[in-house]
T-cell receptor, first 114, second 112 residues
Framework: ETGVTQTPRHLVMGMTNKKSLKCEQHLGHNAMYWYKQSAKKPLELMFVYSLEERVENNSVPSRFSPECPNSSHLFLHLHTLQPEDSALYLC?????????????FGSGTRLTVV | GNSVTQMEGPVTLSEEAFLTINCTYTATGYPSLFWYVQYPGEGLQLLLKATKADDKGSNKGFEATYRKETTSFHLEKGSVQVSDSAVYFCASLSGGSYIPTFGRGTSLIVHP
C-alpha cells in the first residue's frame, strides 16, 4: 500500500466513450499531480493541484479534464480520446508545493484507447 | 532550463555484480536530487534523495552522493539482486519550484 490509490488499474475504452480515473491519498498531502507515461517517452506532467486549486496545466488537450474536489481526491475525466492517448497515467502527491521530500506515486492506470 | 540526463539502458548485469547508473543535471541554484524506482506494472517509488552538496542518500543497499562540482548524482549498489530489476529515474527539484525534472529512466535487468 503506497498511500496513493488509483482506480481502475486497467481501462479499455472506445474513442467515443467517457470515463474517469480516480486517485485518492491518505497521507495528508496538499499537492496532487497527474502524469502521463508512454513507452519510449519521458514522463509528462499534465496537471498540478495545490490545496485543491489547479496551479499547472501543461498544454494538455481539452479531452482530458481534471477535477480536485478536496485535497485527498483527484480525478481525470476522459472523453473522445485518441489511440495515441493510450499510456500509463500516474497520480502523485506531495506534502506541499515546495516540499523537497519527494513525491508519492500511485500504481497507475493502464489506459488503452481502441 | 533544468535538465536531467541519465545513461541509456538497458543495463544488464549478473546477480551480485556492482551497479552504477550515471545521472547528471543542469539547474539554477542548488537543487534537491532524487532517485525513483519503477518495478514492472507499478508506479514510481522514491528510492533515495539528497538535498545539499556532499549529502549521500541511501536505501535498500543503494546509494548516491550529491556532487556539486561534477553536477552528478550517480546511483550505485555493491551487489545487485534479480529483484532489483526495474526502471530507475533520476530527478532534480530546484529551489522555488514544486515540479521536479525527471530523467528518461534507465532499465536495469539482473540475471540469476
Amino acid at each position: 500500500e503506497t498511500g496513493v490509490t488509483q482506480t481502475p488499474r486497467h481501462l479499455v475504452m472506445g474513442m467515443t466513450n467517457k470515463k474517469s480515473l480516480k486517485c485518492e491519498q491518505h497521507l495528508g498531502h496538499n499537492a496532487m499531480y497527474w502524469y502521463k507515461q508512454s513507452a519510449k517517452k519521458p514522463l509528462e506532467l499534465m496537471f498540478v493541484y495545490s490545496l485543491e486549486e489547479r496551479v499547472e496545466n501543461n498544454s494538455v488537450p481539452s479531452r482530458f479534464s481534471p477535477e480536485c474536489p478536496n485535497s485527498s481526491h483527484l480525478f481525470l475525466h476522459l472523453h473522445t480520446l485518441q489511440p495515441e492517448d493510450s499510456a500509463l497515467y500516474l497520480c502523485a502527491s506531495s506534502p506541499g508545493e515546495y516540499e523537497r521530500s519527494g513525491y508519492t506515486f500511485g500504481s497507475g492506470t493502464r489506459l488503452t484507447v481502441v | 532550463g533544468n535538465s536531467v540526463t541519465q545513461m541509456e539502458g538497458p543495463v544488464t548485469l549478473s546477480e551480485e555484480a556492482f551497479l552504477t547508473i550515471n545521472c547528471t543535471y543542469t539547474a539554477t541554484g542548488y537543487p534537491s536530487l532524487f532517485w525513483y524506482v519503477q518495478y514492472p506494472g507499478e508506479g514510481l517509488q522514491l528510492l533515495l534523495k539528497a538535498t545539499k552538496a556532499d549529502d549521500k542518500g541511501s536505501n535498500k543497499g543503494f546509494e548516491a552522493t550529491y556532487r556539486k562540482e561534477t553536477t552528478s548524482f550517480h546511483l550505485e549498489k555493491g551487489s545487485v539482486q534479480v529483484s532489483d530489476s526495474a526502471v530507475y529515474f533520476c530527478a532534480s527539484l530546484s529551489g522555488g519550484s514544486y515540479i521536479p525534472t525527471f530523467g528518461r529512466g534507465t532499465s536495469l535487468i539482473v540475471h540469476p
